[in-house]
């Protein structure tokens, strides 16, 4: 099962209504990326830059995936041209599919 039924697992998103990144972010602190560049990923992504792709995260535990779902949370990866990438949860109402 899907943590959203609209997003299947790699499926690349963007953000419905650019602007400034809704407070309620939170990252996968497993990821190793430094704070200024975790900051700029998220900001450019919200912001709409070309550079900053996002893809849904595959969710490897059902108890997890079962949590996103009833909170009507995505895990989506933020990814730029240099590789750099962050993991992060966000509103699935703040997505689309693109």
């Given at each position: 099962?899907?943590?959203?039924?609209e997003?299947?697992?790699?499926?690349t998103?963007?953000v419905?209504?650019?602007?400034p990144?809704?407070?309620?972010?939170?990252?996968?602190?497993?990821v190793?990326?430094?704070?200024?560049t975790?900051?700029?990923?998220?900001?450019?992504?919200?912001?709409g830059?070309?550079?900053?792709?996002?893809h849904?995260a595959?969710?490897?535990s059902?108890?997890?995936?079962?949590?996103?779902?009833?909170?009507?949370?995505?895990?989506?990866?933020?990814?730029?041209l240099?590789?750099?990438?962050?993991?992060?949860?966000?509103?699935?109402?703040?997505?689309?599919l693109?």
């Amino acid at each position: 099962m899907l943590a959203h039924p609209e997003f299947s697992s790699n499926a690349t998103v963007k953000v419905a209504h650019f602007g400034p990144p809704p407070n309620d972010i939170q990252w996968v602190k497993d990821v190793h990326v430094n704070p200024r560049t975790r900051r700029q990923l998220i900001e450019g992504f919200w912001s709409g830059h070309r550079g900053i792709t996002g893809h849904v995260a595959y969710v490897a535990s059902e108890s997890d995936r079962e949590k996103l779902r009833r909170s009507d949370r995505v895990m989506i990866q933020l990814r730029d041209l240099s590789a750099q990438k962050v993991v992060i949860i966000v509103p699935a109402a703040l997505l689309m599919l693109g």
